[in-house]
């Protein structure tokens, strides 16, 4: 038997099986209790005895995903948001945040509504720029500088390494919305994040059937120390059965993440010099701005996601998300099936987003099938 460390192919396929010693079961069992017996001398069994604090699912669920992304330690919460707003609250009142224009646009509308409010100081720049990124930059007032690569819905590849030392020169930390590279394919914390997040509704559950946010950290330090209690004095654990459904997602992960992406590629590269499609937004196409960032640091594939800038209007668009038919025309990513949106429509007229562009998150069907569909619909546009 090897003493090597499990790569991380191994890690998600045995999700930390712990074979369960009465019975044998190579699958964990879920523990819903939401209290737990002190022992004789009246003391903890668990670091938690109550589940808003933790409970056996969720220490699983999260030594899983912090093995996988290679992190000190991990936490689970009930969204996305949930887990982005915890980092937040952790900048002192009035600190500096320097996030994308370009990215989740929730996230973005609400650190704006934070801005207005005074709670924090905002500069939202083009991420491509390194420039725009140093000129940004407040040294000891900057607190956080946030990331999302690639980032919705353009697909704009930052270069990690190069943002955290701009982030560090400067006193600041670094937190990479990683949710499009599902843990496969990048490793933000190896190459210099602070924290890692990912919206693991999307990829890491994978099935359409969990709404769920993790922070990854690098170190256990004070910050990490004031997000546990933070999570704790809030109430926002995961509960065990997402936590349960997730390890079942992280499973297949690996190969769920790669067909996708052998999928989105050809689809990518399908429908380049369509006379409809104006542009293929795709980190994995030569085209794409960031491809050569892309090559160095998504090294296992390009990812599910990509966006078409169709030849049409805002209304053409919208239709052509109604043309699909076996494409869902629905929000979200990751999952098994494919989804097509106007992020546009979604996103409302403050958004940067072209009229014409459609984001579609490329699942696990059998790729003709995708590229007929898109064909028919883009026929009929
Ligand atoms: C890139 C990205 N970040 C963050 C989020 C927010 O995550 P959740 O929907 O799980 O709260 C999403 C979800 O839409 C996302 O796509």
Not at 65 to 72: D, N
Not at 113 to 122: E, N, Y
Not at 194 to 199: Q, R
Not at 279 to 292: F, K, Q
Request: charged share 20%; proline share 6%; aromatic share 8%.
């Amino acid at each position: 038997m090897s003493n090597e460390r499990p790569r991380a192919e191994t890690i998600a396929a045995h999700a930390f099986r712990a074979v369960e010693p009465t019975t044998g079961a190579v699958v964990p069992p879920i523990y819903m209790a939401s209290t737990f017996a002190r022992d004789e001398s009246y003391e903890k069994r668990l670091p938690d005895d109550y589940q808003r604090g933790g409970s056996p699912t969720l220490y699983q669920a999260e030594a899983l995903l912090a093995a996988l992304e290679e992190g000190a330690g991990c936490l689970l919460y009930p969204s996305g948001v949930a887990a982005i707003f915890s980092l937040v609250d952790t900048v002192p009142l009035g600190g500096h945040v320097v996030a994308p224009v370009n990215m989740y646009y929730g996230v973005r509308v609400w650190l704006k509504s934070l801005a207005d409010k005074g709670r924090i100081a905002l500069s939202l720049i083009d991420m491509t720029d390194s420039a725009a990124l140093r000129a940004a930059m407040q040294p000891g007032k900057t607190d956080l500088v946030w990331i999302e690569t690639p980032s919705n819905p353009t697909w704009d590849v930052i270069d990690i390494a190069e943002t955290a030392a701009i982030a560090h020169e400067a006193g600041a930390i670094l937190g990479v919305d990683a949710t499009a590279t599902a843990a496969v394919t990048t490793r933000p914390l190896t190459l210099g994040a602070d924290y890692v997040f990912h919206s693991v509704t999307k990829y890491l559950n994978g099935h359409s059937d969990v709404l769920a946010g993790t922070l990854i950290t690098r170190e256990t330090n004070e910050r990490w120390a004031l997000l546990q209690a933070l999570r704790t004095k809030t109430g926002a654990p995961l509960a065990p059965f997402e936590c349960w459904l997730l390890m079942r997602g992280v499973r297949t992960l690996f190969v769920r993440y790669r067909e996708a992406s052998a999928n989105a590629k050809a689809i990518a590269r399908h429908f380049s010099s369509h006379p409809k499609v104006e542009r293929v937004l795709y980190p994995g196409l030569a085209t794409h701005p960031g491809h050569e960032i892309a090559r160095r640091q998504m090294t296992d594939g390009y990812g599910g996601m990509l966006s078409f800038l169709l030849r049409t209007d805002f209304d053409g668009a919208r239709r052509f998300c109604t043309l699909l038919k076996v494409i869902t025309p629905a929000t979200s990513l990751g999952g098994p099936e494919s989804l097509a949106e106007h992020r546009k429509l979604i996103e409302g007229p403050d958004s940067p987003v072209p009229d014409n562009l459609v984001r579609f998150s490329i699942g696990l069907e059998n790729v003709n099938d995708l590229i007929s569909d898109i064909s028919q619909a883009l026929d009929r546009l």
